[in-house]
């Protein structure tokens, strides 16, 4: 099941989707109203970190999901929820929560 489909499932409103860091960067300074973020570590072959630390920046809590595990993190943000694919949907359910409460390694 597409990530998409889980979070409709779990009750989730996705707002935007982004398949490049530099859409993403601008649709955060355009005000996307973001209230939690799910990023793919490896988005057409950039790495996800300068939309990690706008994020931060803007205390929107996120996650990881990557087939690379906590490794493709590159021990960057240590304390961010990682989703390892294939994921469940009670993977990310889980992983949103830690993210929105500030727990997650």
């Known amino acids: 099941m597409q990530l998409e489909d889980m979070l409709d499932e779990l009750g ?6 982004a398949m490049r860091v ?3 960067l601008d649709m955060l300074d355009r005000g996307a109203a973001v209230d ?5 570590v ?19 809590p996120f996650l ?6 906590r ?4 021990g960057l943000w240590p304390e961010r929820p ?3 694919k294939p994921y469940t949907s009670e993977q ?3 992983a949103i929560l830690q993210a929105r409460s500030g727990t997650g390694a």
Not at 12 to 17: E, H, K, Q, R, T
Not at 71 to 74: A, Q, R, S
């Open 82 to 84: 990682v989703v390892q």
């Open 92 to 94: 990310i359910a889980s």
């Open 71 to 74: 490794p493709g993190l590159e």
């Open 42 to 60: 490896n988005v057409a072959g950039e790495k996800v970190f300068p939309v990690a630390e706008r994020l931060h920046v803007m205390g929107v």
């Open 22 to 24: 530099s859409k993403a």
């Open 36 to 40: 939690v973020a799910v990023l793919d």
């Open 64 to 69: 990881f999901a990557t087939g690379y595990g």
């Open 12 to 17: 989730c409103i996705v707002v935007a989707l």
